[in-house]
């Protein structure tokens, strides 16, 4: 039974729950119980989708058993016999992106541990300030294939608010026409920007977002509408973020199709790779990289341009 593990930045979990959540060829699905698991473990018992919450340790026992004992306790009553696969998420915390060598190292190690039990690694993260640029050539001696957010050409996407709107080029087309927007907000981003702003201040990374926007010559905040709605009072949240900075709202269309084709590819590259497959495996990579911004220093293009060169 194929295991795909996913290592999951919580920024794009509306987008695995919704991926998950209609996903009948999953037969079992397990969440890393540690805190950053409750949030999806809820939205996923919202949509009605059956899974365990278990210690990494106790995850690797229980595949082992479960090997030996087909038709687990959450096993779903289908006649598909595609439907074997096991999913394993290990979402990791918000505040990994203030620091971006923090970032790259817990990802790094999460993907290292998982690789213990696992046939294929799906990378729910962008580039992230290409911190995850060369995830693939620093860790090219792994047993098992990291598969990656790409566009349908193979090309690594920058990071969630390219996700959000469809990938690279949609997300610079917005920049380019809305050089006024301070921030591109999705639910979980207008759900969870005081939380990370909280965070930086425990670590001492507190950053004064008005002063930031101070004379940059930005006066609105976009809200993307994705389509989903596992986060309550989004157009409220973004209304206050505005009203707080002094931004007007503007509208911006996105969707789930980098999330969905992502995530169907690398379930597609792991069935491929299995013993007796008559089709090439292949790891979803691209060699080009334009990188994306550290989450709360894209308050501005002032430092966007300090960090891409532009």
Not at 8 to 19: F, G, K, S, T, Y
Not at 88 to 115: C, F, M, Q, T, W
Not at 220 to 244: P, S
């Amino acid at each position: 039974m194929p295991v795909l593990s996913i290592v999951a930045c919580r920024m794009l979990e509306d987008e695995l729950v919704h991926q998950l959540s209609a996903d009948g060829e999953v037969r079992e699905l397990l969440l890393v119980d540690r805190r950053e698991s409750l949030s999806l473990s809820g939205k996923l018992r919202v949509k009605n989708r059956p899974h365990l919450l278990l210690g990494l340790d106790r995850i690797a026992e229980h595949l082992t058993e479960r090997q030996s004992r087909p038709g687990g306790i959450l096993s779903r009553r289908n006649d598909n016999k595609k439907a074997d696969l096991v999913v394993v998420v290990s979402p990791l915390r918000l505040g990994l992106h203030s620091d971006l060598e923090l970032l790259k190292n817990a990802v790094y190690d999460n993907i290292r541990r998982l690789s213990a039990f696992s046939d294929g690694i799906l990378i729910f993260y962008g580039k992230c300030g290409n911190a995850l640029a060369d995830l693939e050539h620093d860790l090219s001696d792994l047993s098992c294939p990291l598969y990656f957010l790409t566009n349908e050409r193979g090309e690594r996407i920058d990071d969630c608010i390219a996700v959000a709107l469809g990938g690279n080029e949609n997300y610079d087309r917005a920049l380019t026409e809305h050089q006024d927007v301070a921030l591109f907000m999705t639910p979980m981003w207008a759900s969870n920007w005081k939380a990370m702003g909280q965070e930086d201040a425990a670590s001492g990374k507190r950053r004064d977002l008005g002063a930031m926007l101070k004379g940059t010559g930005m006066k609105k905040v976009a809200r993307i509408d994705t389509g989903l709605c596992f986060e309550t009072g989004f157009e409220e949240k973004v209304d206050g973020f505005a009203r707080e900075f002094g931004l007007q709202r503007i509208e911006l269309q996105g969707g789930t199709a980098v999330a969905k084709g992502s995530y169907e590819r690398a379930k597609s590259c792991l069935v491929a790779a299995r013993p007796g497959s008559t089709q090439p495996s292949a790891r979803i990579s691209s060699p080009n990289s334009k990188g994306c911004l550290e989450p709360l220093l894209a308050l501005c293009r002032v430092t966007r341009k300090k960090f891409l060169g532009e």
